[in-house]
């Protein structure tokens, strides 16, 4: 650090700039598959720059002014793409998605805990997560101060979407041991497959069990839908009379959006992320919708008024912050979303996300085409493709066709080679290739992206596109890329 103040402004930002933005990924790089982040919009930028520049801090209007109202705006476009009641809906910007979760965590040990604010959690209280959730599920559970023990973990089907059957019988097994459920935490839209939970089902559950129970309060259903909820902007959309997408691209939107409509509508809770996929917008940028705003009052200390922001209640008409956990909220956020929304409109964000989706099917086409590679997802309705390769010794073994479910020492060392090759392959690729910015798609891996019956765990090549520059061409192009890679790195010396 210098002692004498810079000269030249311009002359900091940009050696800064120069020597610490290097690296990063680029967002907009239709070549970049690597993981799931957003290519922000220049009016969500500019608009974020502004906030930050004025330095907005959304605590109440006072402090705020009408960037409050640019909040308020969000949230009743969200409701109304999702057709809950907009008047009765209500949503706070937060600190990510992890901030969605935790907000619904925290709300339902208030409903399911009337002595909370006194005595802290109840040792009965439990929250219900999914096997295929989020890390984030589980982290955000503790950091409120639940245990392991307190966080029951509900099984997923072969597709990745929950077991409900088995779910339930979870649950009830937990309550008829005296357990308290305070909220139950599913899937609208899964980081890789983008699985939806059938949240229906799961309402209806609720309800009963706590009409049997005798409880007062019904625990809390949040559906994490941080990317489902992109699909929003195709809910009710006339599929018939649009050419915009090939046909089983239509198919999968139109069922993708009817599956994410009625999961919010049964939710409590759900979260949207503008700063993943689709959405467009800077990190982070992220709502948590109420379908009932009179929830909020579980969130404010229970009226404890010691716990209100010092600035809370005086000169200001409107003031989220009694109902926050961040003291200190950008009011530039709202800022962002408001901005792409009415810059990309409705048509703007159903060609961004339609076109994920119709790039990822043309991609696994090609994928298909070559019998040493393989889609794990297939069945997945989202634009994220997970890739298994086999090295040539083990790609007609018969252990490949069993792998799923296939169980015994054999099995898994199979699994195992193949996951070693997977990574020598990778280490490869980015030696020679990637990390000198070669020709071809930027993609990740990892290295357990579900377990199977043999007790190993599966890796594979992610390729998670989210540029909406990416065309149908090019996704084709980087299987092909791929498969070529492949074969040359099958001819070296491994
Ligand atoms: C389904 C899902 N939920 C929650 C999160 C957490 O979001 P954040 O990283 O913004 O905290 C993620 C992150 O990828 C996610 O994929």
């Given at each position: 650090m210098p002692h004498a103040p810079a000269g030249d402004a311009h002359d900091v930002v940009s050696g800064i700039a120069s020597a610490f933005l290097s690296g990063a990924v680029n967002w907009r790089d239709s070549s970049l598959h690597y993981n799931l982040g957003a290519p922000p919009t220049t009016v969500s930028t500019a608009l974020y720059a502004l906030g930050l520049d004025a330095n907005v801090y959304l605590i109440n209007d006072g402090l705020a002014g009408r960037a409050i109202l640019a909040e308020a705006a969000v949230s009743r476009i969200l409701s109304e793409?999702?057709?809950?009641?907009?008047?009765?809906?209500?949503?706070?910007?937060?600190?990510?998605?992890t901030g969605t979760i935790a907000y619904s965590i925290r709300c339902g040990l208030a409903k399911s805990t009337p002595d909370l604010a006194q005595d802290g959690i109840d040792k009965r209280s439990f929250v219900a997560i999914t096997e295929e959730a989020h890390f984030s599920h589980a982290r955000s559970s503790r950091w409120l101060g639940l245990g392991d023990s307190q966080i029951l973990v509900l099984p997923a089907n072969e597709d990745r979407t929950t077991?409900?059957?088995g779910a339930i019988a979870l649950i009830d097994e937990r309550v008829a041991q005296g357990g308290r459920l305070a909220t139950l935490l599913v899937n609208g839209g899964t980081t890789y497959d983008h699985g939806v939970d059938d949240v229906p089902r799961f309402r209806g559950y609720l309800e009963e069990l706590a009409a049997r129970e005798g409880w007062d309060y019904r625990p809390h259903l949040h559906v994490d839908s941080v990317i489902g909820w992109e699909w929003l902007f195709f809910r009710g959309h006339d599929f018939d009379s649009t050419?915009?997408?090939?046909?089983?691209?239509?198919?999968?939107?139109?069922?993708?959006?009817?599956?994410?409509?009625?999961?919010?509508?049964?939710?409590?809770?759900?979260?949207?992320?503008?700063?993943?996929?689709?959405?467009?917008?800077?990190?982070?940028?992220?709502?948590?919708?109420?379908?009932?705003?009179?929830?909020?009052?579980?969130?404010?200390?229970?009226?404890r008024l010691d716990e209100m922001?010092?600035?809370?209640?005086?000169?200001?008409?409107?003031?989220?912050?009694?109902?926050?956990?961040?003291?200190?909220?950008a009011g530039a956020k709202a800022l962002a979303a408001l901005g792409t929304l009415h810059s990309l409109?409705?048509?703007?964000?159903q060609a961004v996300l339609g076109g994920l989706v119709e790039a990822a099917q043309r991609f696994r086409a090609v994928v298909a085409e070559y019998p040493d590679m393989q889609i794990e997802n297939t069945y997945s309705r989202g634009y994220q493709s997970m890739v298994r390769i086999f090295p040539p010794e083990l790609s007609q073994s018969s252990f490949r066709e069993t792998e799923r479910k296939g169980t015994g020492d054999e099995q898994r060392a199979f699994t195992e080679a193949v996951n070693a090759y997977h990574r020598a392959f990778v280490e490869?690729?980015?030696?020679?290739?990637?990390?000198?910015?070669?020709?071809?798609?930027?993609?990740?891996?990892?290295?357990?992206?579900?377990?199977?019956?043999?007790?190993?765990?599966?890796?594979g090549l992610?390729?998670?596109?989210?540029?909406?520059?990416?065309?149908?061409?090019?996704?084709?192009?980087?299987?092909r890329v791929l498969a070529d890679l492949k074969a040359e790195f099958d001819a070296v010396d491994r």
């Open positions: 793409l999702a057709g809950v009641a907009a008047n009765e809906a209500r949503g706070l910007f937060v600190f990510g998605g077991d409900v059957d050419s915009a997408f090939d046909s089983r691209t239509r198919v999968l939107l139109r069922e993708q959006a009817e599956l994410v409509e009625s999961a919010l509508g049964n939710a409590d809770s759900w979260g949207v992320d503008f700063h993943k996929g689709a959405g467009c917008c800077p990190i982070d940028c992220s709502m948590v919708m109420f379908n009932d705003g009179r929830d909020l009052g579980y969130l404010n200390g229970h009226g922001h010092q600035l809370a209640s005086e000169l200001s008409v409107a003031s989220p912050a009694d109902h926050t956990l961040e003291t200190s909220r409109g409705r048509d703007g964000y490869w690729d980015e030696r020679v290739r990637m990390s000198r910015q070669g020709p071809g798609p930027y993609y990740s891996f990892s290295g357990r992206f579900r377990v199977v019956e043999s007790g190993a765990g599966l890796t992610k390729f998670y596109p989210t540029s909406p520059r990416l065309s149908n061409a090019e996704a084709e192009d980087a299987a």
